[in-house]
């Protein structure tokens, strides 16, 4: 378990930094100190096992039929990596404490660094590939975050940009690899795949596989020709740089070609793919480096140029290689990470990064020029120090090598990539730390606070120390992780300074003297290379970019020219062919269950129903008589639930029927009353095919299912009504208790359109809208009598009445055909029909209803009556009966869903109210009338007539 | 009268997909309506037509149709409800805006950032 918890920990621990930071910055920095450390401490826990040669795993299941679980397992190699990460990370943390001036924003820096940290270890430990990849995308990503931290640097967005699409676009070349490999061996988990990899690389797919999963590797892995990246990515903050771009993120691809050694390396493909592209990354790496005058710019192409010579070492495929390319990693992640927080703090202190405006810092940053000098030596590969060591062992498998069957070849190019090592590397030392002083640094250059070179300093050491007691100091791990590296295979060799004169040694001396040389002689291979090209893979990056960007947006603007006619056409269309295809694959005769009599009332309602519908295309040009037509047919539709023994449905049917047509009458009082006629004989044809096929389609459909018998799950509910819901209309019961949560989700849904209806139309009082409104004529005769008597003295005799019926309606809801739905309705009626008789404003003055209110406690008391449920310990809105004898009334049945469809009646008065109250509000802006002062337009206590 | 359901179902389909293909936006909503109606009755009618038979649990009824189409229909027709009212709405605050009720908008040719900018002004 504790084993998650690694994983976890930095995910855990990013929540805080973003809070800590609160509480200053030293708060902060050693919150995020202590959840590393923690998850650090916990990995250390592991080590016993771990150098004993066992296996830690933990997890559980999570998708297991899309064999996705969350397996993490801890072997020599997981062990090293997370190790190198949280370890690292560490130093970091204490760095960047110092590094981060006072203006950036600190919280946010260690949130990002945390998840990115959780992200690293989650790949490192992950037993599962398809959990792997998930861990392998958020490191895409939190690293995105992490390079563009400073937001405003451009290159710094660019460089995060750049980042993300190369390593991301890898990431999903990777997905598909991975999909392909766990299809091979037929499963997800890292543990069976190590075991199977002769039937890997059986298969006709290894080569696919192999080439997909590479494409991740070696985009994250900054591998030629996808290495131009990590440059730009320099733009970050140089503790980022220092934890991505030397020790972590860009070990991922190394990680995974380690990871997977077992399984995919030792066929020729592995050995040309990867020991090829490695090789050339290196050459290419060293070669620019020497060139770049950005101290970060040279320690990243010296960090592409080392991650190659590791590529190349997995890509020999032997087991003495791998070896090898361990023991680099480690050393690698010690000189490169201490360089580039001395990057970084000469950068800090002198002002400047740029080596030729550097020079001369030896006495003036005494700390940071020794440093400095040790780390560089070993990255040049100079005894003593641990660089030598693991470039010793490179030089002395790539001598044994034979390429294309020509044994000298590697070698001569490894020993020519090592010539430019050194020449960097000294480059580093000799034009920033000696030479003359000068009197020109941006700011006058001294040592950092302890705090900022004690990190490094740590790396350092162990720079020194590997380098002296390689056997003691690395040993037992480099053995432990070359084991799991190789899947078990035990070698023969030690850790050692001094192997005799072996051709490797002999390489290294080369390389020694010629790049020496290259760097007493630099202004004239400068001046060389100068005069050679220089491809700019950022200007080709953007192009590429730019181009798709140009074919997405042809293809959008193409495809979308805004026109909904035609996104419904196509999506007609296209279910059409659905449907059309299922027809023809699939039995569609009709079937032999025992039909009902056609009645002539039916007959009739058919009738009115189709001769409405044909009335209505025919006719919609003149609007309001559609909108009645179609009004028509929502009539014979709720006629038709009558008929069909579903009351609760025609209650429904009917009172939204009257609401709809209110609604959709206030909204045609501003639209024009005529629809003009489209252009075009063949637009008529092809909708009107469109629309006969879908009305084929779905005709035969329903009649394809109604002329079938069908088993349905409603004996339940017709069982359990009464004795489980308390109630005997079935439908009812359904919707409030047993399919209760459906129904909630069902108000909430009415109540944000109501409120999306209320936001829609309260902007129209602003802008272009409401010019427009205030320049309204009304384009129809206004009635001369507005508010008629009749229509206001019956109304109101109607309201309590219709209340009346309302509250009946709810009561009886659970027994009885009603409920909160149609109560709920025809109480928004009784009260429209007041805004209807006497005018908006009178009305308003006088209801005083809070509508958006009662959505809200509608919604509130729904949820109440579920929590209530919680309360005594069941399931959310379980339902409850209450019995009790009241005097002269007698015995009364209370559910508890009685109080849930109050809820449902609120907001569906709430909803419906707040929709007509204020399209009518719009009305009464338009025409800008004054308020009236009586009910209707007539005073009937005035007796006019008599004086006339 | 399953037959004439279904061809009913099929009528209100058909004109509502044909409404739905129209230039302007009323037009639209009312297409939108009539396939309301005719989603609904459709799946209604999955659960098979009864006549005189509602699922109201009586001593003396011997048989009930279907109860959980409808009350599934029951939410389904609120929510259309809900539905139409917005789609009216949002037909007319567009008419407001622009002065014309066409279903369509004019295709920017800039970047999706400006197009979200060009909204933004157009709002304001």
Redesign the interface.
């Given at each position: 378990m504790s084993l998650v918890l690694i994983v976890l920990l930095p995910f855990i621990g990013a929540l805080f930094p973003a809070l800590m930071i609160r509480a200053g910055r030293n708060a902060c920095a050693t919150t995020t100190f202590i959840a590393s450390l923690l998850a650090f401490v916990l990995l250390l826990s592991h080590a016993p096992a771990v150098f004993r040669g066992e296996v830690v795993q933990a997890g559980w299941d999570w998708l297991p039929a899309l064999g996705l679980n969350i397996n993490f397992f801890l072997d020599g190699l997981g062990f090293f990596f997370a190790g190198l990460i949280l370890g690292i990370g560490l130093l970091i943390i204490v760095y960047a404490r110092f590094y981060l001036s006072k203006d950036d924003p600190m919280g946010s820096f260690y949130t990002y660094l945390l998840l990115f940290q959780g992200a690293m270890v989650g790949i490192v430990l992950s037993d599962n590939i398809l959990l792997l990849l998930i861990f392998w995308e958020l490191t895409s990503l939190s690293s995105f975050l992490l390079i563009g931290y400073w937001k405003h640097l451009p290159a710094g967005r660019q460089g995060a940009r750049m980042a993300l699409t190369v390593t991301g676009a890898g990431g999903l070349a990777m997905i598909a690899g991975m999909l392909i490999l766990g299809e091979i061996v037929g499963s997800y988990d890292l543990s069976v795949i190590l075991q199977n990899g002769e039937l890997i690389q059986a298969s006709p797919l290894y080569l696919p596989a192999l080439v997909l999963i590479l494409a991740g590797c070696f985009t994250k892995s900054a591998q030629f020709p996808f290495h131009f990246w990590l440059p730009h990515a320099m733009a970050a903050p140089t503790p980022v740089s220092a934890y991505l771009h030397s020790a972590t993120m860009v070990k991922a691809g190394l990680f995974l070609m380690a990871r997977m050694w077992p399984a995919l390396a030792g066929t020729d493909a592995w050995f040309y793919i990867v020991a090829t592209t490695g090789l050339i990354t290196m050459l290419i790496g060293a070669f620019i480096a020497l060139f770049k005058d950005d101290l970060k710019g040279l320690l990243a192409f010296s960090t592409v140029s080392h991650l190659g010579l590791v590529t190349m070492l997995l890509g020999l495929g032997t087991p003495m290689a791998a070896t090898a390319a361990v023991f680099h990693i480690l050393n690698h992640a010690t000189f490169k990470a201490a360089l580039f927080m001395n990057a970084g703090i000469v950068d800090h202190e002198a002002g400047t990064r740029d080596i030729k405006r550097l020079g001369g810092l030896l006495h003036l940053m005494p700390v940071t020029a020794t440093l400095a000098m040790v780390a560089a030596a070993s990255m040049a590969g100079f005894p003593p120090l641990n660089g030598f060591l693991s470039k010793e062992m490179m030089l002395h498998e790539v001598a044994d090598t034979t390429w294309g069957g020509q044994g000298w070849l590697m070698g001569l190019l490894a020993t020519i990539a090592a010539c430019f090592s050194v020449a960097y590397s000294l480059r580093y030392i000799v034009h920033v730390f000696f030479g003359p002083q000068r009197t020109d640094y941006p700011h006058p250059p001294h040592d950092p606070p302890a705090g900022m070179w004690l990190p490094s300093a740590l790396l350092v050491v162990l720079v020194v120390l590997i380098g002296l007691f390689p056997d003691t100091v690395a040993g037992p791990l480099v053995a432990v992780v070359a084991r799991a590296v190789t899947g078990g295979e035990v070698l023969d060799y030690h850790l050692a300074m001094w192997h005799g004169f072996t051709p490797a040694l002999g390489m290294s001396a080369i390389a020694v003297v010629v790049g020496a040389l290259l760097l007493m002689r630099y202004r004239t291979v400068r001046a060389v290379w100068q005069a050679g090209p220089h491809p700019e893979a950022k200007a080709g990056f953007e192009a590429v970019i730019g181009g798709l960007?140009t074919t997405a947006?042809e293809l959008i603007?193409g495809m979308?020219?805004?026109?909904?006619?035609r996104y419904?056409?196509v999506m007609?269309a296209a279910m059409l062919a659905l449907g059309v295809s299922a027809y023809f694959s699939s039995p569609s005769a009709p079937g032999s269950?025992e039909?009902?009599?056609?009645?002539p009332v039916?007959?009739a309602a058919?009738l009115l129903?189709?001769g409405a519908?044909?009335s209505?295309?025919l006719q919609?040009h003149q609007?309001l008589q559609?909108?009645l037509t179609?009004g028509v047919?929502?009539l014979m539709?709720s006629i038709?639930?009558v008929?069909?023994?579903?009351?609760?449905?025609a209650l429904?049917?009917i009172s939204?029927e009257v609401?709809?047509v209110i609604?959709?009458l206030l909204?045609?009082n501003?639209?024009?009353k005529h629809?003009?006629a489209?252009p075009g004989r063949g637009r008529h044809l092809r909708?009107?095919l469109?629309?006969?096929g879908?009305?084929?389609?779905?005709?035969?459909?329903?009649?394809a299912?109604?002329?079938r018998?069908?088993e349905?799950?409603?004996g339940y509910?017709?069982e359990q009504?009464?004795p489980g819901g308390g109630g005997?209309?079935?439908?009812n019961v359904?919707?409030v208790d047993f399919?209760g949560f459906?129904?909630f989700g069902?108000i909430v849904?009415?109540g944000v359109?109501?409120l999306?209806?209320f936001a829609?139309?309260d902007?129209?009082l602003h802008?272009?809208?409401a010019r427009?409104?205030a320049g309204w004529v009304p384009d129809q005769p206004r009635a001369a009598d507005r508010h008629p008597m009749m229509l206001a003295v019956a109304t109101r005799v109607m309201l309590p009445l219709a209340l009346m019926v309302g509250f009946y309606i709810f009561l009886r809801g659970h027994?009885?055909?009603g409920g909160g739905?149609i109560a709920g309705l025809v109480v928004a009626i009784a009260l429209i029909v007041q805004y209807m008789a006497s005018g908006f404003g009178w009305a308003a003055q006088r209801m005083k209803l809070d509508y958006h209110g009662m959505i809200g406690w509608g919604v509130l008391i729904a949820a109440m009556t579920g929590l209530g449920a919680w309360v005594v310990g069941h399931p959310f809105l379980t339902s409850t009966m209450w019995h009790f004898e009241l005097p002269l009334i007698g015995e009364i049945h209370v559910a508890s869903a009685m109080f849930f469809d109050t809820g449902v009646f609120l907001v569906?008065v709430g909803?419906t109210m707040l929709?007509l109250a204020n399209?009518s509000r719009l009305g009464r802006r338009a025409e800008s009338l004054p308020v009236n002062a009586g009910p209707m337009d007539v005073d009937p206590s005035l007796d006019r007539t008599v004086e006339n | 009268?399953?037959?004439?359901?279904?061809?009913?179902?099929?009528?209100?389909?058909?004109?509502g997909?044909?409404?739905?293909?129209?230039?302007?936006t009323?037009?639209?909503?009312?297409g939108l309506?009539?396939l309301s109606?005719?989603t609904?009755?459709?799946l209604?009618?999955?659960?098979?037509?009864?006549?005189?038979?509602?699922?109201?649990?009586?001593a003396d009824a011997s048989a009930?149709?279907?109860?959980?189409p409808?009350?599934l229909?029951?939410?389904a027709?609120?929510?259309?409800?809900?539905?139409?009212?917005?789609a009216?709405?949002?037909?007319?605050?567009s008419?407001?805006?622009?002065?014309d009720?066409l279903?369509?908008?004019?295709?920017s040719?800039g970047?999706p950032a400006q197009m979200v900018a060009e909204v933004g002004e157009s709002?304001?």
């Open positions: 960007v947006r603007h979308h020219n805004g026109s909904l006619q419904l056409g007609i269950r039909l009902l009599p056609a009645t039916a007959v058919w129903l189709v519908c044909v209505v295309v919609h609007r559609a909108l179609v047919v929502g539709v038709g639930f008929y069909l023994s579903a009351p609760d449905l429904t049917q939204v609401v709809t609604l959709m909204a045609l501003f639209l024009p629809t003009p489209e909708d009107g469109l629309a006969v879908a009305g084929l389609g779905v005709g035969a459909a329903a009649w299912v109604l002329t018998d069908a349905t799950l409603s509910y017709l009504s009464v005997t209309n079935v439908v359904i919707l399919r459906d129904t069902e849904v009415l359109a109501a999306a209806i829609l139309l902007g129209a802008g272009a809208a427009r409104i027994n009885v055909p739905f569906v909803a929709a399209l | 009268m399953e037959f004439l359901l279904a061809s009913a179902v099929g009528v209100m389909t058909a004109a997909v044909y409404l739905l293909l129209r230039a302007r009323f037009t639209v909503v009312l309506t009539l109606y005719a609904n009755v459709f209604f009618a999955m659960g098979r037509l009864a006549i005189d038979r509602p699922p109201v649990i009586a009930y149709s279907d109860p959980l409808q009350a229909v029951l939410t027709i609120v929510i259309s409800f809900g539905m139409t009212a917005v009216v709405v949002m037909a007319l605050r008419f407001l805006e622009s002065g009720d279903g369509a908008m004019t295709p040719s970047t709002s304001r």
